[in-house]
C-alpha cells in the first residue's frame, strides 16, 4: 500500500529509509516545541496549551504535505514569525493575541485562495534558475548560522558576532557530532545525521550538559488558546499591514524552503521547476489555518526537512512519519525535551553546508547571473531573514538585467516582484 501510494521505488526509496529520513527531520526541528510556547507566552498566551498547538499546527501540515503534496517537507509554526506576532502586533502595536491569531487565519485563508487560484504557483515557478539555486545556497547559509547560535560557537560581540567559548562543553560536543556526521556519511552509513544528534544527546547527558526528563507525561490542556481567535476584531483596517506582512513572509520562506530543500532532494523538474506545487502550497496555507484555530502562529515549511532529505527521504512518506512523531509529542514531552538545543547543531552545520553546492548550478561566465545570486544567498544569513533575501536578490537581478539591455531574461512576474518589493522596502 505505501509503494502504490507513495511510489517509493519510483524515487528510489524504501518505507526504512523514508522512516529514517522522517525521525532525522523531526529530530532537527524538534527544537520548536520548546521555542514556540516560549516566545508566544510572552504575549500573555497559555505556554502549555501552546505547546499542544504547536504539535498540533505541525502535525497536520506534515499530514496535508505528505500524503496530499507527497513531498518530504516538514511544517511547523515559523520562527521569526512567532516573533512578529508577539512583539510586534502584541507587545509593540498593543493588539490582544486572540486578535492577532484572528489576522493569522486571515492571512491563511488568503493564502490558501492564492494557492487554489495558482498565482502563488506562477510566481515561485518565475523564479530564474540562478536565483533558485541561490535560495537554496542561502538557506544553508542561514540555517550554518543559526547552528553557530545554537551551540554557542557564534554569539553576539564584537562589529556583529564574535567567537564563542570554543573549550565549553556544548561547543565541544558539537564539534564532536560534526564531525561523526560527516565522517559517517562519507562512509554511507543510514542515519549518519540522526546517529549523529542522538550520540550529541547520549554524550550531553553523560558529562552533565543536559538532563534526562522521564518518558511520559499526560498531554497539557489545549482549552486556553483553543478557538479563541477573534476573526471579526482582525478585520480592522488598522490590521490590514499586520495581516499583509504575514502572508508576505510566510509566501517567500515558503517559497524558499520548498526551492531549496526540493533542489536537494532532486524533485525539481527539468525546467527547475516543482511538480505539484500548488499541493505544497495549499498544504502549507491550510496548516496556518488549523494552526490559528489551536492558538499559535504562522505555520510554514521548515528548511530542516534538508535534514530528511540529506538521509534519503524523496517522498511524502518522510512527512508523514515527522507528522506521527509530533503526534507522539503530546505523551512523550518529557523524552522531548531531554535532546537539547546545541544537539541539533551538527546536523545543522552539516546541512548547511551541503546546501551550499547550488551554487555550483550557476553560470559563473555570466556577472549579470552569478552577482544577484551572490547577493541573495549572503543577504539570507546577515539579514537573519529567507524573506529579505529573497527580495533583495529579485531587485538585483531585475536592476542588472535592465542595464545590461538583458531584456529577454526578465519575465513579467520578475519585474513585477521587483517592483512590489522596491514599494516594501519604501513604504512599509
Known amino acids: 500500500m505505501l509503494e502504490t501510494y507513495f511510489k517509493l521505488k519510483e524515487h528510489g526509496t524504501s518505507v526504512r529509509t523514508e522512516v529514517i529520513a522522517g525521525l532525522t527531520t523531526f529530530l532537527t526541528m524538534a ?33 496535508i504535505m505528505g500524503l496530499y503534496a507527497n513531498y518530504p517537507i516538514a511544517l511547523a509554526p515559523g520562527l521569526g514569525l512567532n516573533a512578529f506576532f508577539s512583539f510586534t502586533v502584541v507587545l509593540e502595536m498593543g493588539h490582544p493575541w486572540q486578535v492577532a491569531l484572528g489576522a493569522v487565519f486571515i492571512s491563511g485563508v488568503v493564502f490558501l485562495i492564492l494557492s487554489i487560484l495558482p498565482v502563488r504557483e506562477w510566481i515561485i515557478n518565475s523564479i530564474p534558475k540562478s536565483l533558485k539555486m541561490a535560495i537554496s545556497a542561502g538557506i544553508g547559509f542561514f540555517i550554518f548560522f543559526i547552528a553557530l547560535q545554537f551551540s554557542g560557537i557564534s554569539v553576539p560581540g564584537g562589529a556583529l558576532v564574535t567567537l564563542g567559548d570554543v ?7 558539537v564539534a564532536i557530532g560534526f564531525i561523526a556526521i560527516v565522517g559517517l556519511d562519507a562512509m554511507k552509513v543510514p542515519g549518519a545525521i540522526v546517529l ?18 522521564g518518558i511520559v507525561s499526560a498531554p497539557p490542556n489545549p482549552a486556553p488558546t483553543l478557538f479563541q481567535l477573534d476573526i471579526i476584531g482582525a ?15 510566510d509566501l517567500f520562506d515558503t517559497a524558499g524552503t520548498l526551492v531549496g530543500v526540493s533542489h536537494r532532494a532532486g524533485l ?41 532529505v540529506r538521509a534519503g527521504g524523496r517522498t511524502g512518506l518522510t512527512a508523514v512519519v515527522v507528522a506521527v512523531l509530533f503526534l507522539l509529542a503530546l505523551f512523550f514531552a518529557p523524552l522531548a525535551n531531554t535532546v537539547p538545543r546545541f544537539a541539533t547543531a551538527p546536523a545543522l552545520l552539516f546541512i548547511g553546508i551541503v546546501m551550499a553546492k547550488g551554487l555550483i548550478e550557476i553560470d559563473w561566465e555570466d556577472v549579470t547571473e552569478y552577482v544577484p545570486a551572490v547577493v541573495t544567498a549572503l543577504v539570507m ?31 513579467p512576474a520578475v519585474i513585477v516582484l521587483a517592483v512590489l518589493f522596491l514599494l516594501k522596502f519604501a513604504f512599509l
Open 31 to 63: 527544537y520548536i516545541l520548546l521555542v514556540n510556547p516560549d516566545i508566544l507566552s510572552a504575549a500573555g498566551m497559555d505556554k502549555n496549551a501552546v505547546f499542544v498547538a504547536t504539535i498540533i499546527a505541525a502535525a497536520a501540515g506534515s499530514l
Open 167 to 173: 573549550t565549553a562543553g556544548p561547543v565541544i560536543l
Open 235 to 249: 478585520l480592522d483596517v488598522t490590521l490590514i499591514s499586520v495581516i499583509f506582512a504575514f502572508l508576505f513572509v
Open 268 to 308: 525539481l523538474d527539468e525546467n527547475g521547476n516543482l511538480p505539484r506545487l500548488g499541493k505544497a502550497l495549499t498544504a502549507d496555507s491550510g496548516a496556518t489555518i488549523i494552526g490559528s484555530l489551536f492558538g499559535t502562529s504562522t505555520t510554514t515549511s521548515y528548511i530542516e526537512s534538508a535534514a530528511g
Open 196 to 213: 549523529g544528534i542522538l550520540g550529541t544527546t547520549v554524550l550531553s547527558i553523560i558529562f552533565g550538559l543536559s538532563e534526562f526528563q
Open 381 to 411: 544569513p546577515f539579514a537573519f531573514s529567507i524573506a529579505e533575501g529573497i527580495a533583495i536578490g529579485f531587485i538585483v537581478f531585475a536592476g542588472v538585467k535592465i542595464v545590461s539591455r538583458r531584456f529577454d531574461d526578465l519575465t
